[in-house]
């Protein structure tokens, strides 16, 4: 079975700073690699998908992520922040074959002017 | 289009009770899953549903129990609540249920048991 882990809990940081958020996942076979966005009071979105080819993703709100087979990791970055970008992340990982997709615990950005 | 619509937005029941909350797809989408989110377990799978059948489970007590419509529109049911049940309930929906596709979610049910 696969699992995600969030290595940050919580990451505060100045607007117009960069900042990086943590996904390392465990799974025995190929996956695909998810980042989604949850603003307050509201279900999530999707940010970005890897699912195969180029390993650095571009998706919305000027957001990347870069997969690492090597490392099993999948790292959110943004070169600038914006006040609106403090939200919850989640990072999500699904094999081929199964629906299931496992959530990590989620990563409070917490974005201050 | 319209989004996935998660009825009632607010929910507050007594120990012991049961509840139905209901869950309306993007139009054209078969697959309607079902997450429970805590602050202290993150989202956690209950199941999904496609064409009507329930085609994976997480790892819940049977007190959680849901079905899917023949419009696709999804109901989730708790019975006995539990203090423990509180949480926001989410559900997702997309158009087959594959593992390399996008998850279109609610806005959730926000459940206190008291």
């Known amino acids: 079975a696969q699992s995600v882990t969030q290595l940050d809990s919580q990451v505060p940081v100045f607007e117009e700073a960069p900042v990086e958020l943590r996904c390392n996942y465990s799974s025995s076979v190929s996956v695909y690699l998810f980042w989604y966005v949850q603003y307050p009071n509201q279900g999530l979105q999707l940010l970005l998908k890897?699912?195969?080819?180029?390993?650095l993703v571009k998706g919305i709100n000027g957001f990347e992520a870069e997969f690492n087979k090597s490392q099993t990791s999948f790292h959110l970055r943004k070169p600038s922040v914006h006040i609106s970008d403090t939200a919850e992340y989640f990072c999500?990982?699904?094999?081929?074959?199964?629906?299931?997709?496992?959530f990590g615990r989620g990563t409070s950005l917490i974005v201050h002017p | 289009k319209a989004g996935v619509t998660q009825t009632p937005r607010y929910l507050i029941k007594t120990r012991g009770q049961q509840v139905t909350l209901s869950c309306s797809p993007i139009s054209g989408h078969r697959s309607v899953s079902w997450y429970q989110q805590t602050p202290g377990q993150g989202l956690q799978f209950l199941f999904e549903?496609?064409?009507?059948?329930?085609?994976n489970k997480g790892n819940f007590p049977g007190r959680f129990s849901g079905r899917q419509f023949s419009n696709s529109r999804s109901e989730m049911n708790v019975s006995t609540l539990e203090l423990g049940d509180s949480a926001l309930y989410l559900c997702a929906s997309s158009v087959m249920g594959q593992s390399n596709e996008k998850l279109f979610f609610g806005s959730g049910t926000q459940l206190s048991v008291l």
């Open positions: 549903y496609f064409s009507e059948t329930q085609r």
């Open positions: 890897y699912l195969s080819g180029s390993t």
């Open positions: 999500a990982v699904s094999k081929g074959g199964s629906y299931i997709p496992t």
